[in-house]
């Protein structure tokens, strides 16, 4: 019963969004009946009811675009440079020894704190936001397309070798589709890791975007409408990830 509930596609879908439901109106009860500070959350029927007004006063839809280039723009940038850094760590060994571990240091580095760094050497831009976002991204990238391009299997190597593959042959037609499943993974992360630091930076320097937006509705202590618009940034999140989910899919149609 289970598996025939999870098989059909809109089961989990209304599952989900009931949960959602569910969990709203139960903050909302706790809200109302003194539990949760209204002072420090708002009711979710206020931030709601703020949508509109956030939608329409605020400007929001051009806010969210900007965020939206600048994390596709960051987005471009760490696919390039990541896949191609992982490939260069696992082609060359002894430049992994040297950079694995550093690369790996700067993934668990609290990067958003670079951002003055950046202020004095690009100026206070778009292009430092997409930096910013490429710089945090990078990383998990580079350590996913390296794990994924040495998990390939020994056997599926010797395959290539026993039809004279050329090394390029052998990387496009057994070692990148074998490594593409961890590779998306990389991405999904270091996609995750620029949004969040995109957003982190518009919201520091008052800079374009819907961290602009949620730092000028924090000041002015507009609580509802803070959390509207992290739901906007909650919606590009989505948008990021059904994008690499479908892309995924494009690329990989068969399992």
């Known amino acids: 019963m289970t598996a025939a509930l999870a098989g059909n596609r809109y089961v989990p879908a209304a599952i989900g969004t009931g949960s959602l439901v569910v969990l709203l109106a139960l903050i909302e ?18 931030i709601i009811a703020a949508f509109p ?10 806010r969210f675009l900007l965020t939206a280039g600048e994390a596709f723009s960051a987005s471009i940038l760490v696919t ?3 896949v191609a850094g992982g490939v260069l ?5 002894l430049l992994r020894l040297a950079t694995e571990t550093w690369v790996a240091a700067v993934a668990a580095a609290p990067l958003v704190l670079m951002y003055p760094l950046y202020l004095v050497i690009f100026g206070r831009s778009a292009l430092t936001i997409v930096m910013m976002g490429f710089t945090a991204g990078l990383a998990p990238i580079i350590l996913k397309t390296l794990e ?6 020994r056997v599926l190597i010797n395959v290539g070798r026993s039809f004279n593959l050329t090394p390029s042959q052998q990387f496009w037609k057994i070692l990148f589709p074998a490594a593409l499943p961890t590779i998306f993974v990389g991405l999904r ?12 930076v518009e919201f520091l320097i008052n800079f374009g975007g819907l961290g602009q937006l949620i730092n000028e509705l924090a000041e002015r202590y507009d609580l509802a409408g803070t959390y509207a618009a992290i739901c906007f940034v909650i919606l590009v999140s989505i948008c990021v990830f059904i994008l690499m989910e479908r892309l995924e899919r494009w690329l990989r149609p068969v399992d």
């Open 29 to 46: 009860l706790l809200i109302r009946i003194g539990l949760i500070n209204r002072f420090i959350v708002p009711m979710p029927s206020e």
């Open 89 to 93: 760590l696992y082609r060359y060994y």
């Open 189 to 200: 992360l270091g996609l995750i890791f620029a949004l969040i630091n995109i957003v982190g």
């Open 148 to 153: 994924g391009l040495t998990a390939t299997r």
């Open 80 to 82: 390039l440079f990541g």
């Open 53 to 62: 007004r956030v939608i329409t006063e605020e400007n929001v839809l051009q």
